[in-house]
Each structure stands twice: as C-alpha cells, then as structure tokens.
C-alpha cells in the first residue's frame, strides 16, 4: 500500500494531540500520561477496513452455513452410525457432526464479532474516573442518625422483655426444620455389623450362580462368592452384596502363616470380605505368588496369607475372615456371619 | 407523503420501546451510568469470563439434561440400542443416561458439552482465582468478592461431584462409596449422617434422587446468587488495571464496554460454547457404557474422580491407616485426618488476603495490580500452595503415574507424602529468590536501558554492548510500584514516660511484617537520582 492514497487528515501525525502526554519535568519515572494512539491500518485506509468487514462477514456467514449443517446433519444421520475419523478412531457420525458444526457455528459468531472490535470499532483508550467505595462522613452520619431514630421509635432497647422473647422465638423455631429431618433415614442400629451370611450358608459362585466345592478352586486363583439364598433380582441384593461380597483364594497350608486363618480355612482354601477396610472399594487384584490383594481404589494391600494384615496403604486395620469348613455334601459352606463388621472403620466399630 | 411530518411528531420504535421501559424500570439512569463504562484490556481478564461463560453453557445444557434423564435407583432392565448391555439389570438413573447418549439424537453431545463445560468451569475459577491471587486484585475493596469467588469454586467442586455420580454408573458409584466410607470416619455421628443422607444402608435406593435437587436446584441456586453479587461486585468496584503510563489508582483506563467490550466479551462467550461444543463431538468423556451400572462389588482399575476432587483423592491415598480403638470405639483417623486436611487446603488459601491486610496494616483502596515479581512473598506462598496442591494431584493419580512412568506405587506413595511437608517449603524459598533476581533485572533495566543486542569496539579495543535507554512510559511502568516498608514496634515507653507493652497480637504481626517486608524480600527500586547519577555520568565510564 502507497501511502499517497491515504487521505492526508487521517495520517498519524495529523491527528489531535494526545491526551496528558506531559511529563513533570525532573522526574524521569513520573507518570508521561497515556501514550498517544497508535491508529491501526484500519483507521487510515479504507481498503483495509473493508478489507476486515468482508472477513467479519465471512465469518458470520460460516457461522449461518454450519448451523444449516446442523440440522442437515441431526435429519439425515441415524444416530447408532459409526465412522471412522483419524486420529481419533470409531466415533458416532451423528455426535461427531453435531459437535463440530455447533463448534463452528458458535466459533464463527465469536471470532466475527471479536475480529469486529479489534479492527474496526474505536480503540482509543480514555480514562474514567474512580469514587471512592467509601461514603463521605456526612452520609455516614446520615445513616448513623436514622437508624438511631430507627432504634429508638421501635423501642428494641428499652423493652428487654419484647427483645428478649423474640430471641427466643427465633432461635427454637428452626428446630422444626431440623427434626423433619429425622425420616431421611433409619438409626444406624447394629446394620452396619450384620451382612447376609449366617451359619451354613453355601458360598455360591458369582459367575456361575452354583455352589462352590473345594476342588473347584485352584491355588493361585481368585473367586468371588456370595451367599446361598442371595439373588441379583432381589430388591435389596445392592445393599447386602455391598457387606458380603466374597473373595476365595487357596493357599498351601502351609504357607498361611496366621494361626487364626489356618483354623478358619477348609483344606486351605481361605475366604475374606472383599470389602476394603479403608473406605469400602471392592478389593479386585490378586498377586499370586505373594499372596497380596490390592484395593484399585486407593491402593491399600493385605497379605492374605497372613490374616488379611494390611502392608501398605491408608487401610486402618485386616480384612475380615469368614470361617469356613467343607459341609457333608462337599460343599463349602460359611460356620457363621463376620466375626466383625466388614468395610470401612466407623465410631461404634470398637 | 407522511414520513417526515410523522418523523418529527413520532420517535423511532426503539426510542418508543426504551421511553416505555424507561417509565417503569429507570433504564436511561441505569445505561448513563454502564453503557460507556470503561473496562482495561488485559488477557488475563479474560479468565472470569470463561467462568461465567462455562457456567452458562452448563445450566442451558443441564435444562435439556433434565427433559430426559430420570433421576431413580428403580431397577430397569436395559433394552436400548446399546447392544453389550442388552438385558442388563440397572437403575433407572443409569439407563436414562444410557438413552440419552445412544437413542436421543445430540443428547451424547449436549451431555459432553456438559460434562466438559464442568471441568473447564472449576479449572477457569482456579486460574482465574490464581490471577487476582498473585496480582494482589483481592486487597480492598476486593475481600468480600474474593470470598464470593472462593464460595463459587468449593460450591462448583461440589455441584461436579454430585453431577458426575447421578448416571449411577461402576466409577461414580464407587466415588459415593468413597463418600461414605469418609462420612463413616466422624467420630460419634459418622454411622447416623450415612443412614440419614442413603435412606438406610450404602447404596439404598435414595442417593441419586437426593444428589439430584442438590445438584439441579440447590447448589446452583446458591451459585447464581452468589454468581449475580459477583458481578455486580466488580461493577461497583470497577475493574482493576496494571500500572503503566497514565494508569492511576483513581482511574480506570480501557475502552467502553458499548461496542468495544461488549463485542469482544459477548463474542467470547461464542468462542467459549464453540470450542467446548467441538470439543464434545471430538473427544469422548464419561463413557458410562464402557463402565457399566454400579454394583457394590465391581470395580474398575485407574478409578479416578474428576480432576478437581484429585488433590482429596491425593490426601485419602497417601494417608498412613491409623487407628486408635478405645473404650470400645474407633477414631478412623486414617480417613478421619483427609477429611480434616481437606478445607483446610482450600481454607489456607481464601484467608490469605485477610492475613496481608492484617499483616501490613494497610487499610488504602487498592485498584492497581502488583506485579508478580514485585509482591515476593505473596507471590513465593501462592507458588508454595500450588505446589501443594499439585503434590496431592499426583497422589490422588498415584497409580496412574506407577502404571505411564513403571514407578513403583509405593516409591510414589512415600515420595507424596515427603513433598507434602517439603514441596511448599522449598517451592516458597525458590520462588522468592526468583521474585528478587526478576526484581534486579528490572532495576538493571530501568538504570542501564534495554540490551540492544548492537556490539560496539572501542578505540582501545574492548567490545561493550549497546543498552538503549528505555522511554519515559517503560521507565514509569517498571517503578510504579510500592515497597511496603516492614511495621515496627511501638517505643516500650510512650512520650510520657509510661510504659507499655505490645501485647502478643501486636509482635506477632510485626515479626510477620519483616518477614513479609523485611531486609532480603525486595530489592529497593531505582531512585530518580541514581538513574540522574548513571545517565548524566554516561560518558564517563
């Protein structure tokens, strides 16, 4: 661009003086004012000025164009197609045009009006004063002396009695809010020590749903059980499943090194709560060779081998053991409930 | 012909429209006040915007939300288009949201835009908090919107976790559970808060429909109030602005908010819907079907929460299981002391500005903003509580960092739990000598000028680098700001000769004042006559 076809008044050196651009004299940090405004190409030359219009518009058009994709693209796609988009892999066609049509359809509103402000709308700066947040004295005093007047008419000070009762009517009267609150919930009682198993009671397979026997259970593997009589339709399985949920390992017996644990096992075969003792995850992973389970959770790892102890992590205490023995049938089968309650620590726990 | 007679007797229909609101709701004072309001431009303002932005993309996307999700623990078999779940029990909850991402058309997208919306809503309040934190924006007449903000992020914490646990799926079920078994560990009324907020025993069938008002009608009805006082707070108090040439503590320098500011920050919130909104078709988040309905003994490995809830996970993980059993009961404070430690990382923060105003003793309006560099130990503690909270990230992804860098968990485990102590000791120390040697540079500058980069030869030889002096506006902007000179304490013997003793209180506060402003926390600014002496001496030396 030449700068001869720009009109003379609008070239920087024309325009007006500069607001404040005074130093105070002698000092070299004073405050020079805000600096003189830099016109941008836009000011001065009318080309590159609707040079940025036809970009706004073009970008609000884009805008008009993605949202007519839109509605094309919500009519025309059903919604369990899948495409495939690189990098990203096999996502829903219709999700994937519906996001990122929107995504431009609002975009191109956004940069349009942005693009607007920064090139063709002012950007000269100007000053606006401050007022202090503070009210001035006489305000202060103003309000001071009506509420005095205020205080005074109503009588609050002087009849104690009045004040004083209605004290206290305000301070009882919240307590009907805070005793409707007594239904959300039944007392703890003793539920939190009681799971679904009792004294013969079968440990039944969870993936099978059939009542496990001592052979079905390999050393070195992992099995969860629930007990007999426990169905996953039943209307309270979440909440009993949340206590008794099982995890069945056989070890040699000779390598349970607790003496508790070794009475409380069938032909090795040990079975603990699958229930973290730190804050209730279900224990998932097992390393055969060392005999430790750890909570994905949180990380809390027991030795199972060892009477559930906890060695590493934020578990406060074992995992507890259900005493098991093999029943006539040949059959395992639980000798009673948790000797303790199972998961997470609480007050009443002891 | 009528229109120019017509013209004259009648204003144009706009004028007519505002005259009418005008007579009923006082707007021709209100626009004579705002409507040429000047805002300063500066990047970083643009971070409060992304939150109010956030906030609105989510209650727009949670209305629609709610025309289909079905906040019940009723159990439902699945029969929807999703086929691997095909005939699965589940509840209700879940299988809403299961209908909503694979059966209602854009109902996947609008509830990623949501969900994504949310992270970016608590990450924008961090960083925007982190911004008026180290420029020093919250001293006064800013304390009270500071406690607003921070009311703003712990809510939005809290809205995100119950918003993320309602699809009832394996991973939010198994964060409830972790809710519980921390609710577990108050002493005495622990076993009681738990029946009475599960309607019984974990799970129950209650949790989703009570998270459900909680987090559609309460929180965000607190959020909106506090949200609106927010605003009309930094309206009153008008914006802060950065010292430079012709910006004083009593104005405001920018440009009007009609057109400028409300084109660039109306046009933002676009920006802000349209990215997210791309970003939900592009990037997959909360696949609940790939998790599946939550059963109590189910989980996922890598179970992480949403990362603004990560640094509390951080805490419960690295926390040593202690447990103190007396008299036949059980302080779990294993659990107990996460749960503590948990406000009071978020707390150590909020009250930080009530301790400077305290400390300094300052009790001046302050509308322009601190560098950084220039605030060092505000700043060396802000960097010090970061640290923290990043130790506690890590932490809370302890196994993620075990399993993408083949650490040892436990290596990583012990390590968080040494940083935890150590990491804002030594990242506060750091950062304040980084504050000084920043502060030294400017100074350097502001004497010397700016390193040019020209090398000139001197008749005898020697090779010295141009500095350019720098201008009257560089010169102003780098000094402008104040060195708060340390308090001291009062003479033990006043002008009568009566002697007073400065109570605790008082030489506590002074102690903290030299060490916030005492020798070695800043380096003194340049003097209007050592830059005389320097530039008047130039060819001398």
């Known amino acids: 661009m030449s700068s001869q076809d720009i009109p003379e008044e609008t070239l920087p050196s024309k325009q007006g003086e500069h607001e404040g651009a005074v130093a105070a004299a002698g000092d070299p940090f004073a405050d020079?004012?805000?600096?003189?405004?830099?016109?941008?190409?836009?000011?001065?030359?009318?080309?590159?000025?609707?040079?940025?219009?036809?970009?706004?518009?073009?970008?609000?058009?884009?805008?008009?164009?993605?949202?007519?994709?839109?509605?094309?693209?919500?009519?025309?796609?059903?919604?369990?197609?899948?495409?495939?988009?690189?990098?990203?892999?096999?996502?829903?066609?219709?999700?994937?045009?519906?996001?990122?049509?929107?995504?431009?359809?609002?975009?191109?509103?956004?940069?349009?009006?942005?693009?607007?402000?920064?090139?063709?709308?002012?950007?000269?700066?100007?000053?606006?004063?401050?007022?202090?947040?503070?009210?001035?004295?006489?305000?202060?005093?103003?309000?001071?002396?009506?509420?005095?007047?205020?205080?005074?008419?109503?009588?609050?000070?002087?009849?104690?009695?009045?004040?004083?009762?209605?004290?206290?009517?305000?301070?009882?009267?919240?307590?009907?809010?805070?005793?409707?609150?007594?239904?959300?919930?039944?007392?703890?009682?003793?539920?939190?020590?009681?799971?679904?198993?009792?004294?013969?009671?079968?440990?039944?397979?969870?993936?099978?749903?059939?009542?496990?026997?001592?052979?079905?259970i390999q050393v070195g593997s992992l099995t969860f059980a629930m007990p007999e009589g426990l169905k996953e339709e039943d209307e309270d399985f979440q909440k009993q499943i949340a206590k008794a949920a099982l995890m069945i390992v056989r070890l040699r017996p000779e390598n349970i090194k607790d003496k508790r644990e070794l009475d409380w096992s069938a032909d090795g075969i040990v079975a603990f709560s699958k229930i973290c003792t730190h804050v209730g995850c279900p224990i998932s992973l097992y390393e055969q060779q060392t005999h430790h389970v750890l909570c994905p959770c949180h990380q809390s790892t027991f030795d199972l081998s060892d009477g559930g102890r906890v060695i590493f992590g934020p578990a406060g205490h074992a995992l507890p053991q259900l005493r098991i023995k093999v029943n006539d049938k040949g059959y395992l089968e639980a000798m009673g409930d948790f000797a303790e309650p199972v998961g997470p620590a609480f007050w009443e726990r002891g | 012909m009528s229109t120019a007679a017509d013209n004259r007797r009648k204003a144009p229909a706009g004028e007519r429209v505002a005259d009418w609101a005008d007579g009923r709701l006082g707007i021709y004072s209100l626009a004579k006040a705002n409507m040429r309001k000047i805002f300063p431009d500066h990047w970083s303002f643009m971070l409060g915007e992304v939150c109010l932005y956030s906030f609105v993309i989510i209650i727009m996307t949670g209305v629609y939300l709610t025309l289909f999700f079905h906040p019940s623990m009723t159990e439902v078999t699945y029969h929807g288009s999703y086929v691997p779940l095909q005939g699965m029990k589940m509840s209700e909850a879940f299988a809403s949201t299961m209908h909503i991402s694979f059966d209602v058309r854009g109902g996947l997208l609008i509830r990623q835009i949501h969900h994504w919306a949310a992270l970016i809503f608590v990450a924008a309040m961090l960083v925007h908090m982190m911004r008026v934190f180290f420029t020093g924006a919250f001293r006064k007449p800013r304390e009270?919107?500071?406690?607003?903000?921070?009311?703003?992020?712990?809510?939005?914490?809290?809205?995100?976790?119950?918003?993320?646990?309602?699809?009832?799926?394996?991973?939010?079920?198994?964060?409830?559970?972790?809710?519980?078994?921390?609710?577990?560990?108050?002493?005495?009324?622990?076993?009681?808060?738990?029946?009475?907020?599960?309607?019984?025993?974990?799970?129950?069938?209650?949790?989703?429909?009570?998270?459900?008002?909680?987090?559609?009608?309460?929180?965000?009805?607190?959020?909106?109030?506090?949200?609106?006082?927010?605003?009309?707070?930094?309206?009153?108090?008008?914006?802060?602005?950065?010292?430079?040439?012709?910006?004083?503590?009593?104005?405001?320098?920018?440009?009007?908010?009609?057109?400028?500011?409300?084109?660039?920050?109306?046009?933002?919130?676009?920006?802000?819907?349209?990215?997210?909104?791309?970003?939900?078709?592009?990037?997959?988040?909360?696949?609940?079907?790939?998790?599946g309905p939550y059963r109590p003994d189910q989980v996922s490995t890598g179970a992480q929460p949403d990362w603004y809830m990560g640094f509390s996970e951080g805490l419960i993980r690295v926390m040593p299981g202690w447990e103190i059993n007396v008299a036949g009961h059980t302080l779990v404070l294993g659990v107990l002391i996460p749960l503590i430690i948990f406000p009071l990382v978020l707390a150590a923060i909020a009250v930080y500005p009530f301790i400077e105003s305290w400390v300094t003793g300052d009790k001046r309006e302050h509308h322009l903003l601190d560098r950084p560099r220039n605030a060092p130990t505000r700043t060396?503690?802000?960097?010090?509580?970061?640290?923290?909270?990043?130790?506690?990230?890590?932490?809370?992804?302890?196994?993620?960092?075990?399993?993408?860098?083949?650490?040892?968990?436990?290596?990583?485990?012990?390590?968080?739990?040494?940083?935890?102590?150590?990491?804002?000791?030594?990242?506060?120390?750091?950062?304040?000598?980084?504050?000084?040697?920043?502060q030294r540079r400017d100074k350097d500058k502001v004497l010397h000028g700016r390193e040019s980069g020209i090398i000139k030869r001197l008749p005898h030889g020697e090779f010295v680098e141009v500095h350019e002096p720098l201008s009257q506006e560089q010169l102003h902007t780098l000094t402008a700001h104040e060195q708060p000179k340390p308090l001291e304490l009062e003479p033990e013997v006043d002008e009568n000769g009566v002697a007073r003793k400065a109570g605790a209180g008082q030489r506590l506060r002074v102690k903290l004042s030299k060490g916030f402003y005492g020798e070695g926390t800043h380096i003194p600014k340049a003097t209007a006559e050592e830059y005389q002496e320097i530039t008047s001496g130039h060819g001398h030396h």
């Open chain 1, 32 to 216: 020079p004012g805000i600096p003189p405004h830099e016109p941008r190409i836009q000011d001065i030359d009318e080309r590159a000025a609707r040079r940025s219009e036809r970009v706004v518009a073009f970008l609000f058009v884009l805008s008009m164009l993605a949202t007519v994709g839109f509605i094309a693209a919500y009519v025309s796609l059903p919604v369990d197609k899948n495409i495939f988009v690189f990098p990203i892999g096999h996502i829903s066609a219709l999700n994937f045009s519906l996001g990122l049509t929107l995504g431009v359809a609002l975009f191109c509103i956004g940069a349009g009006a942005v693009h607007w402000a920064r090139t063709l709308m002012s950007d000269v700066e100007v000053a606006d004063d401050r007022h202090p947040i503070e009210a001035a004295p006489e305000v202060k005093a103003k309000v001071m002396a009506d509420f005095a007047a205020g205080a005074e008419e109503s009588g609050f000070g002087r009849r104690k009695l009045i004040r004083n009762t209605m004290f206290g009517a305000l301070a009882l009267v919240p307590l009907s809010g805070v005793v409707l609150l007594r239904d959300l919930g039944p007392l703890p009682g003793t539920k939190l020590r009681k799971t679904a198993w009792s004294e013969g009671k079968m440990l039944i397979n969870q993936n099978t749903q059939l009542p496990l026997r001592p052979e079905d």
């Open chain 2, 144 to 291: 009270v919107n500071w406690l607003f903000g921070f009311l703003l992020l712990v809510l939005g914490m809290f809205t995100g976790f119950t918003g993320y646990s309602l699809p009832d799926d394996l991973l939010s079920g198994t964060g409830v559970r972790f809710m519980e078994g921390a609710i577990l560990s108050i002493p005495i009324i622990g076993t009681y808060v738990s029946m009475f907020l599960f309607g019984g025993e974990f799970p129950g069938a209650d949790f989703v429909p009570r998270f459900f008002s909680i987090h559609v009608l309460l929180l965000p009805g607190i959020m909106l109030g506090l949200l609106v006082a927010h605003l009309i707070l930094v309206f009153y108090h008008k914006h802060t602005q950065f010292p430079g040439p012709g910006r004083t503590n009593k104005n405001v320098v920018g440009m009007p908010l009609l057109p400028v500011y409300m084109a660039k920050a109306g046009g933002f919130f676009f920006l802000v819907f349209g990215l997210i909104a791309a970003l939900a078709g592009l990037a997959s988040i909360n696949p609940i079907w790939a998790m």
């Open chain 2, 380 to 438: 060396a503690f802000g960097v010090a509580w970061l640290t923290w909270y990043l130790v506690l990230l890590v932490g809370g992804g302890n196994d993620l960092w075990a399993t993408h860098f083949h650490l040892s968990i436990n290596t990583i485990t012990w390590f968080v739990r040494i940083a935890f102590f150590v990491g804002p000791v030594v990242a506060f120390v750091a950062t304040r000598r980084i504050c000084l040697g920043l």
